[in-house]
């Protein structure tokens, strides 16, 4: 097979999808690389119909590898994941919006453009989760306790762009990270990122029956095939604060050989799952017009996901 990965400047040296490439070739496939943030393209070229049998995107939230998978995938090129998929987990406002009217189990969540929106919010939801919109590893991720706090950190969220805010879920200052290829799930406890070891190494436990499918169903909201779901277990059971698709599947055994596998197996099948009911919203709605203050993203929660609590 001949693949086309597109891979940004900061996962260059990354294993993830560095060892995966090795392994595919390895393997006697093709794998070409392109990084989209240093390469002047010729568009009509670079997506030309057959040129690959699958476009893979390695690439930071915002960059421009997005653009260009979106348009291989306009000229019916196969790619890992579904183009539309990713931009609906790019954005966390949007994967907000989305999993809670699918039903996920995900906290209310406010989006602003301005941080002096988010003062708006009341009280009563503090402490507050705030992070970027388009963030990425943990990036900015910021643990709000008061309105006070809040207002002093303004400065320093305006550069972050859309911010969403959600209330903080009690937990055990543990995360719990599951990895979803192509059907396969693997689970892994991480330190949070508010908490003071944030770089602590991970290490792989058992998958909880309620978690795994609260995982799946996530592949079926957003249509990903190869995905992260980070889940925190709350006094009222497991919640979804976080979806990445392509993350780095790190503590999952044999990962470049998995990873490889379900990339080719993606692709010998002409791509990813069905595509997800809110694509064709995405593809022909007219985009909302935002209002002045703090944007509720809401919606109601279903007991398929949130049995037991």
């Not at 893979?56 to 579904?82: C, F, I, M, R, W």
């Not at 959600?166 to 991480?190: F, H, M, W």
């Not at 996530?218 to 990445?244: H, M, S, T």
Request: proline share 10%.
């Amino acid at each position: 097979m001949r693949l086309c990965f597109l891979v940004e400047e900061r996962y260059r040296h990354d294993g993830m999808p560095r060892e995966v490439i090795r392994q595919l070739s390895a393997w006697g496939h093709q794998v070409d690389v392109v990084r989209p943030g240093r390469s002047l393209m010729r568009m009509s070229d670079a997506v030309r119909a057959g040129s690959h049998d699958a476009w893979v995107l390695k690439t930071v939230s915002g960059g421009p590898g997005l653009t260009l998978l979106e348009a291989a995938a306009a000229v019916g090129l196969t790619t890992v994941n579904d183009a539309r998929s990713i931009r609906g987990v790019r954005d966390k406002a949007l994967a907000a919006a989305i999993g809670r009217n699918r039903g996920l189990p995900m906290p209310p969540t406010y989006a602003a453009a301005r941080p002096e929106a988010l003062e708006e919010i009341p009280e009563a939801e503090f402490p507050l989760v705030v992070k970027p919109a388009d963030g990425s590893s943990g990036r900015a991720v910021r643990l709000v306790p008061t309105p006070d706090r809040l207002r002093a950190l303004r400065a320093e969220l305006a550069a972050e762009g859309l911010l969403i805010a959600q209330p903080y879920v009690p937990n055990s200052g543990i995360d719990l990270k599951v990895y979803c290829l192509a059907g396969e799930l693997y689970a892994t406890e991480r330190v949070s990122p508010l908490g003071p070891d944030a770089g602590a190494r991970g290490r792989r436990v058992p998958l909880p029956a309620e978690v795994a499918a609260i995982a799946a169903e996530v592949g079926a909201v957003y249509g990903l095939d190869l995905y992260g779901v980070d889940v925190l277990l709350g006094p009222d059971g497991p919640v979804v604060v976080d979806v990445n698709d392509f993350p780095s599947f790190k503590e999952v055994p044999d990962a470049a050989a998995r990873v490889g596998r379900a990339v080719l197996e993606l692709a010998r099948r002409g791509g990813a799952r069905p595509q997800p009911a809110f694509a064709g919203a995405l593809a022909g709605a007219e985009p909302p017009v935002p209002a002045p203050g703090p944007v509720p993203v809401t919606g109601r929660m279903t007991a398929t996901v949130s049995g037991g609590r």
